[in-house]
């Protein structure tokens, strides 16, 4: 027994070691979207769907040094146990020493959010009451903007966000990915951001599905869902000086939701991951550095 116990503790060290030596990039950063956690019995996918995606940032060499999350954390109401839940799923990230960061979704609450992430809040807030973060990299940053009406599935900004982010880009000194939860148009600031050469590109989830478009002279992409419905998988974002590579790693496809068995689960569905898996999107950096 004692014999099984140190040769457990041994693969045990030897797991830590491994660990430790896997090198961080500071210019890669996964993007998750749309992660709808819940402890009930019947949503099983969308924790596992999470748990996966975790596990596969994990698994890169070298690994993202950041991972944001483009809103929808919690089921539908922003429960307080959701967001307990999501505090257990991201603890791998945490303990190998990835940052996360994230934006609120029309499913999110901030009350609740802030009760299990009190740090989150910003000492002070970016933006008065709402819950925008900057995330630096080497080449480029990530705006996550606050579009979470609290309540109607649409989103909008408030004008002290928009004067923010007007602010903001005037006095950027390198490219921006602009985000939030909700797509372009829904947060209304298409014009803003083409007037910005800064503005490398606006990236969003809630509509669960890998897409690409120009909106108003806007690059634009919708990220996946981790586990919800839609495409199910994330995106690895490689930066440079050039510019930046958003790679997709789709696992599934499925909707409402998963089939009971995999023999239940539509041709299509497996067709449009076989089409959609390692899909790519590059944005080339066209705005100088001041
Ligand atoms: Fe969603």
Redesign the pocket.
Known sequence: MRKALASLLLAACACLARASTVPVDENLVALFA?L?VTKDAHQPHQRAGLAQCVQDVLACHPRPANVLFYG?LAFNHGATNDYRLLKELVKPLEDAGLRWSACL?N?DRRAAYLSVFPDRKGAPPLVPERLVTVVKTPHADFILLDSCLEGPVHGRLDEAQRAWLQATLAHAEKPVFVGAHHSLSETGVAGLLASNAVCAAYIH??Q?TWKQLKEKGVETLCLP?TG?WGDIGYVLVKLSSAGAVFTLYQRDYYTPRPAATPAEAKPEWQQRVQKNNGSQWSVAFTHQKK
């Open positions: 749309d709808h929808d979704g499913h989830g809630h669960h869902s919800h």
